[in-house]
């Protein structure tokens, strides 16, 4: 199963050919609930989300598809949008239970004052920023929950780093997608989506441990 998994991702261009002549239409549902889950569960931060905006639209693109770009935009930024705000949900009410241990060694209660100090400072952009890193932003409007973060703050950054998220891979795969070198090299340029989205988090991995070996 995890080999499937992972072989639709990095063939999701002939993945979705097949799932869209199977289920038509249907295939809508399909997008909402890839990227609702990727985004709203904070445990399942592996979907494929970029390259799926990518290839949607990248399909919408073509002239004999069934596939509408508006709509195709319309429901990934509705459930980017609903997804961020469940996640957000789940860290407020629920956030604060993993730090009620006083002995615990991993969720310390100072971590969670520098969480909330974070997003006070940072929040904004930490949230609209994130929307473009695979992982990273499944995690970040948990902890913003976990924060308490200003909810309406968190709102407004959540729909404009949804909508922009969506909107850059929409263009990019309506627009570049049926290139015939980028059809013919559709695999690389997954990778591709997906090392560019990842680079930032590796870059400020690095960081780290270059700040630390300099502390040490």
Known sequence: MIGQFFGFILHIDKSLDVVIKNYGTLVYLFFFLVVFCETGL??????PGDSLVFAASAFAARLSSPLNIWLVFLIFSTAAIIGDTVNYQIGYFFGEKLFSNSNSKLFKRAYLDKTHNFYDKHGSVTIIIARFMPIIRTFAPFVAGIGK????KFLAYNVVGGIGWVAVF???GYFFGNIP???AHFTEVVYFIIFVS???AIIAFIKSIVGNRKVA
Request: charged share 0%; aromatic share 22%; with cysteine.
């Open 149 to 152: 973060m200003n909810y309406f």
């Open 181 to 183: 070198f980028i059809q």
């Open 198 to 200: 990842l680079l930032p």
């Open 42 to 47: 904070v445990i399942i931060p592996f979907l």
């Open 170 to 172: 929409c263009i990019s």
